[in-house]
């Protein structure tokens, strides 16, 4: 039966809890309203449950009473716990904090030391305990999918301190909190430069103390992970030196200036000493950087909300990857049918911006996409101003493109920055070329989609306007929504006609989607199938059809970033629900009502997302 139900019963809601459904039938008519829980319980047809409405009506009055009263203690409860357990979560992690626009910690730098990681844990476990006595039947729908949420966080949370421990095999770890929360405050102007500056001095003082922690954690590190982390402290070193200084070059106080100079000297004494220590680490031959098989089910299980064992997402991968393999040779026949498909590709990824103009080539499309997106109604772009295009740090060069989008918690009004990775002056000329040919036009145009319009950027407006705080802030994301979405639009927007039909840019949309598919297969061969990076490098090379430079860059990214399948797994999951959605909406469904009651929904794992587009659905989350 179609779901027409809601408009005979109001706010009809049908939610699937360890094998329960919740049925909540509020101002009937409006005569009353009522709550009771059915074990079991797929669908009622509307009539029946009307029937039940009025039997129960005069004879459960107590019962409903005794109900409303465990709801409401149930409904007290647990916004005080989530505020707590966030609260407690930011004061532990002040980047994410900053990512979601709360600035109460920006001073103080994350503390890996053995008592500071020994407290996260029983903090988390008392979390834990606390959530388990609240009666999550008991409390409203939405709740009812953020108590599921905040559990699985917790889990995720002590998964990765009691069984992963990457705070002792990465020193890429203690990297982050010094780059990421020093480029948070020169990037987001949330308050005046001189104030910021003393929150940049604070956190620079703090750079010793984290990385004596990183001496005393790291044990044995995997060869992939030593030179992973050099690079990247040689580019935060570089960038609190150099970058850092410029940024904060306006504020006249002297005696500011001379406290800054104080502590980015005590910073940089701090990094270089490590990356010393780095230099002179012997990398344990018998290490492995692979998290094995159960530790990545549990990881996408708690960390996603995916449960879907390894050797079937390998299937789906598979297929995957042969089908769009397959599209990107007939696409290639449409270019130039007597010519080999890679040879096709490969004149269409000479077709290049220049080394030093990524940044302006990217800032050119933005506006083509806007005008794009309004005329064919694929989705209302909330009003905020256009994000500001910037080349990406040098400590950041893993990641060829990203989107910086000021938190929903944020005060005022703030720029977002496109950052785009531009060749490194130290390459040498073919592993330039090859870069830039894997950021041809075409490729840049898909890249412009997924970080801005209507991707990243766009899904970081609509944050703006969700009410849970459980699924607006940055430290519960799932990236498989967050990338899911922005991956899927790339293929969205080329459907809908974006590029008029050119197969040059549906080459390109294909060539990411295949990059994306590697990263499929490679994140799980590594951790789970003992696939090793030079391994690695080759499957992107042959199936990605990527040039050595950018296939070992991603092998690499897979050792760190294990579960990098979010990207493809959550466009699936995606372009399942739209198709489901159509179908249950029929001739009501339209692309643009999709697409905002998704991103209205919050950053939330994508069975929730079906959860609320679908009450009572239990369709699987990929096939």
Not at 30 to 39: A, D, E, K, M, N
Not at 65 to 78: C, G, L, R, V, W
Not at 409 to 437: M, S
Not at 513 to 537: K, N, P, S
Request: net charge neutral; aromatic share 10%.
């Amino acid at each position: 039966m179609k779901r027409s139900s809601e408009s005979i019963i109001a706010n009809c809601k049908l939610q699937i809890l360890n094998c329960k459904f919740r049925i909540c039938a509020t101002a009937i008519a409006p005569i009353f309203s009522f709550q009771f829980t059915i074990c079991n319980l797929q669908w009622f047809p509307p009539l029946v449950l009307l029937g039940l409405l009025f039997a129960f009506s005069s004879s459960a009055a107590p019962l409903i009473q005794k109900t409303e009263s465990k709801n409401e203690m149930a409904a007290a409860k647990f916004p005080n716990l989530v505020n707590e357990y966030l609260q407690d979560l930011h004061s532990r992690h002040p980047a994410l904090a900053a990512a979601s626009g709360i600035h109460t910690w920006d001073g103080q730098l994350e503390d890996y030391s053995t008592p500071a990681i020994g407290s996260e844990i029983a903090a988390i476990k008392i979390f834990q305990s606390r959530l388990q006595k609240v009666p999550p039947l008991e409390l409203a729908l939405s709740d009812t999918y953020d108590y599921q949420i905040l559990a699985n966080n917790m889990s995720a949370r002590l998964l990765e301190l009691e069984q992963i421990k990457s705070y002792e095999r990465n020193p890429q770890v203690y990297n982050d909190p010094i780059s990421t929360g020093l480029l948070q405050l020169a990037m987001f102007e949330y308050a005046p430069a001189d104030a910021r500056l003393g929150l940049v001095i604070a956190k620079e003082k703090l750079a010793g103390r984290l990385l004596d922690s990183a001496r005393a954690n790291i044990h044995k590190p995997p060869a992939v992970f030593l030179k992973i982390a050099i690079e990247s402290f040689k580019g935060t070193l570089s960038f609190v030196q150099t970058d850092l200084p410029k940024a904060f070059a306006s504020v006249k106080d002297a005696k500011l200036q001379s406290e800054f100079k104080k502590s980015t000297k005590s910073a940089t004494d701090a990094i270089a000493g490590y990356i010393k220590h780095l230099e002179k680490t012997r990398p344990d031959p018998e290490a492995t950087f692979a998290i094995g098989k159960q530790n990545y089910e549990a990881k996408l299980k708690y960390e996603e909300g995916i449960e879907i064992p390894v050797e079937t997402l390998l299937k789906i991968a598979d297929r995957e990857l042969a089908r769009t393999q397959d599209d990107f040779r007939k696409t290639a026949a449409r270019i130039d049918p007597k010519r080999d498909p890679l040879a096709v590709w490969a004149d269409v990824q000479r077709d290049h911006p220049k080394a030093g103009a990524l940044v302006q080539e990217a800032q050119k499309q933005l506006d083509a996409l806007v005008r794009f997106i309004e005329e064919k109604k694929i989705v209302t772009l909330p009003p905020a101003a256009a994000p500001v295009v910037a080349p990406t740090p040098d400590f950041m060069r893993w990641s060829t493109a990203s989107m910086w989008t000021p938190g929903p918690f944020e005060r005022i009004a703030l720029p977002a920055r496109y950052l785009i990775t531009d060749v490194d002056p130290k390459w040498t000329d073919k592993q330039k070329e090859e870069y830039l040919g894997s950021i041809n036009y075409p490729q840049l145009w898909t890249t412009s989609i997924h970080e801005v319009y209507p991707g990243h950027f766009v899904q970081g407006t609509f944050l703006r306007q969700v009410t849970s705080p459980v699924r607006r802030v940055a430290a519960l994301a799932p990236a498989s929504f967050v990338e899911g979405w922005a991956h899927y639009t790339e293929q969205m927007m080329i459907d809908e006609g974006f590029g008029g039909g050119d197969p040059k840019i549906r080459m390109g949309q294909l060539a990411d989607a295949l990059l994306r598919l590697c990263r499929f297969e490679v994140g799980i061969r590594e951790h789970t199938r003992g696939m090793t990076v030079d391994q690695g490098t080759r499957f992107f090379m042959d199936n990605g059809y990527m040039g050595e430079t950018p296939s070992r860059i991603e092998a690499e990214r897979g050792t760190f970033d294990p579960t990098y399948l979010v990207y493809t797994v959550g466009k699936l999951a995606i372009l399942k629900l739209r198709d489901d959605y159509k179908r249950d909406r029929r001739e009501q469904f339209t692309l643009q009502e999709f697409h905002d009651r998704l991103l209205s929904n919050g950053n939330a794992p994508l069975w929730v997302h079906r959860q609320m587009l679908l009450p009572g659905d239990k369709g699987k989350l990929i096939e």
